[in-house]
């Protein structure tokens, strides 16, 4: 079964979050009983997104993970002993768009979305390996864009991956955008503020009392039979994705 790996088979015990979490979040991820890998800075981006986990790093699969070569051995020395398999990429990112998105994939039942003229050749090697369908979009910060509810849901402010995964038959929620934080920049994405505890619970960085989607957002994700854990009592603000892990 081609499952998303952005959903732990089993309650995450592993958690890779942006080094420069607030410490709110970072106590309450604790408190969940998980293992906190913070980033590091990747110095050659951006510094809105230089922390974020899901510029540098894609899980293929629930036990490997593609790695930027700006920060593998970080990574390695990091995610040592978790009987995970490290990849590095081919790609060395940079500070510009779209330099930036090599491994900044999306993904939903079966299949990875992105860009794919920008993506890191490795990482495309192994989502072909994994008989994974490659659905090509023009946005290129797709799993920024894309908060990952269910194996076969979404939700996006971001039209035509709503749109394209629509055309698919997914089961997508198309939100305004903005009002989520993202230091340096205008506005953050929810895939970036939004994570996975396990099969029934997401995670959201903050609460959603300013965005005027926060009905809609919380109905759908009830309607699939989850439930939402909020990490702090601040504005939901956008960590690059909280990457949760099950690692045996």
Same mark, same amino acid.
């Given at each position: ?20 979490? &607030? ?15 913070? *980033? ?14 899901? /510029? ?30 490290? /990849? ?30 920008? *993506? ?8 072909? $390996? ?11 910060? *797709? ?10 849901? /979404? ?44 099969? &029934? ?8 009392? &300013?965005?005027? &989607?926060?009905? $809609? ?18 504005? /939901? ?12």
């Amino acid at each position: 079964m081609k499952s998303n790996p952005f959903i732990p088979l089993m309650d995450a015990n592993v958690t890779i979050v942006a080094g420069n979490t &607030d410490r709110e979040i970072i106590n309450t991820l604790k408190n969940l009983n998980l293992k906190v890998i913070p *980033t590091i800075k990747c110095e050659e981006v951006d510094d809105s997104i230089g922390y974020h986990p899901d /510029i540098v790093l894609h899980p293929i699969n629930h036990n490997t993970l593609v790695i930027a070569p700006n920060v593998f051995d970080y990574y390695k020395d990091r995610l040592s002993g978790l009987n995970l398999k490290l /990849i590095k990429g081919e790609k060395k990112l940079g500070s510009k768009y779209p330099l930036d998105i090599a491994y900044n994939v999306g993904r939903i039942h079966g299949a990875a979305i992105h860009n794919f003229k920008h *993506t890191d050749e490795v990482l495309k090697f192994y989502l072909k $390996k994994e008989n994974i369908d490659l659905i090509d979009v023009n946005q290129g910060y *797709t799993k920024c864009s894309m908060a990952i509810i269910s194996e076969d849901s /979404i939700v996006t402010a971001d039209y035509p991956i709503y749109n394209r995964l629509t055309e698919l038959g997914y089961d997508v929620l198309l939100i305004e955008p903005g009002y989520i934080d993202l230091k340096g920049q205008k506005y953050g994405f929810i895939g970036g503020a939004t994570g996975n505890l396990s099969k &029934d619970i997401v995670l959201v960085s903050g609460n959603l009392i &300013d965005h005027p &989607d926060r009905v $809609k957002i919380k109905n759908f994700i009830y309607k699939k039979n989850k439930k939402i854990y909020f990490l702090s009592k601040s504005k /939901i603000s956008d960590l690059g994705t909280i990457i949760n892990l099950y690692c045996n």
